[in-house]
């Protein structure tokens, strides 16, 4: 089946760092990934959706100066939070959605998270 | 105000025992949905449905998509341990999943 990786799987960083997250389809070409943000037993809250070599399209409420999204290649998504603050804590997961022999039209696959954590 | 309500948000029931989880909308999907998560990792996909009054049997899982598609449920049948977990359904809309607030399953022994 698709699979989507994710790194790093945790990390911590300090106040007023950027963090870098990177999102790979590993086994299909992801035309188009997401982004999302869980905070602890809630559900999944879509930040932006990002095509390849396209400018991401955000959710409202989402800073897209604060949270960096490329999609440079068919494989590979990054998600740089810039300046983050302790309230930037959370897990965030990202989701490819492919074609032909990927996943289908109706589906997107997820990675297995990132816990940020910003102290 | 969810765009798809689930219900319960949180269950909490004997090994063995029976379950429906159900997820609402007033606006109609291409499809929909079921994801299962566990602490600390990704959503790992259940079951798409896409017909209007479509049942789908995935072992002791039973999931079914509304006639008019705006609405679904899961049930689980004689639950086990490792059933627990969080369990959300989405539906499609364009290309993009809306996830409703999800149900924590618990299933003790």
């Known amino acids: 089946g698709a699979v989507v990786s994710q790194h790093p799987s945790w990390v911590i960083c300090k106040s007023g760092t950027s963090v870098k997250i990177e999102c790979r389809s590993l086994d299909f070409q992801a035309t188009t990934m997401f982004w999302y943000r869980q905070f602890p037993k809630q559900s999944l809250m879509l930040m932006a959706t990002s095509n390849e070599g396209s400018k991401a399209t955000y959710e409202q409420g989402v800073e897209k100066d604060k949270f960096l999204i490329n999609h440079a290649s068919l494989t590979l998504s990054t998600l740089t939070v810039t300046s983050a603050h302790p309230e930037d804590s959370s897990f965030y997961i990202c989701?490819?959605?492919?074609?032909?022999?990927?996943?289908?039209?109706?589906?997107?696959?997820f990675g297995p998270g990132t816990r940020l954590t910003v102290t | 105000t969810q765009l798809l309500e689930q219900s319960p948000q949180f269950l909490s029931i004997q090994e063995g025992e029976n379950l429906t989880v159900y997820c609402n909308s007033s606006?109609?999907?291409?499809?929909l949905q079921w994801y299962r998560q566990e602490p600390g990792e990704g959503p790992v996909l259940l079951v798409t449905?896409?017909?209007?009054?479509e049942v789908k049997k995935l072992k002791r899982l039973t999931f079914q998509f509304g006639d008019a598609r705006k609405d679904s449920s899961l049930h689980i049948t004689a639950a086990q341990t490792g059933d627990t977990g969080l369990y959300l359904c989405?539906?499609?809309?364009?290309?993009?999943?809306?996830f409703g607030a999800g149900t924590i399953l618990r299933v003790k022994s």
């Open positions: 989405a539906g499609r809309r364009g290309n993009k999943l809306v």
């Open positions: 606006s109609v999907f291409s499809s």
């Open positions: 989701s490819a959605s492919g074609q032909a022999s990927g996943p289908g039209p109706y589906e997107q696959y």
């Open positions: 449905v896409v017909t209007g009054g």
